[in-house]
């Protein structure tokens, strides 16, 4: 059974940058993908980025140019890297991984395994 756990979130001014952790335990290989997606307070969880086993890596349009996904097939981790933060992206950031080799990278459904999620707060 897999576990996902993020670190690295916290308040941060706009303008400044943010590093988020992700790690994904207990599969026998690695997932297809991980991916990171977010969710503000009365909204829907939407998908942020992710990353495939082979690097094949895909943004939101709101966050292209901004933020920056690395992952370690070897370690199970995928960080996301988040510059010149707005305080629009404030929201609770999850992490998850998608085992299935083709499944879609942008798609909630597709996606196996969740984290906690990790607070993002982003002030003005």
């Known amino acids: 059974q897999g576990q996902v756990v993020e670190s690295g979130g916290g308040l941060v001014q706009a303008g400044g940058s943010l590093r988020l952790s992700c790690v994904v335990t207990?599969?026998?290989?690695?997932?297809?993908?991980m991916g990171w997606f977010r969710q503000a307070p009365g909204k829907e969880r939407d998908f942020v980025g992710a990353s495939t086993w082979t690097g094949n890596i895909t943004y939101a349009d709101s966050v292209r140019g901004r933020f920056a996904i690395s992952r370690d097939n070897a370690k199970n981790t995928v960080d996301l890297l988040m510059n010149s933060l707005k305080p629009e992206d404030t929201a609770v950031y999850y992490c998850a991984a998608l085992i299935r080799s083709g499944g879609r990278i942008t798609q909630i459904k597709d996606y196996d395994y969740w984290g906690q999620g990790t607070q993002v707060t982003v002030s003005s």
């Open positions: 207990g599969l026998r290989f690695s997932p297809f993908a």
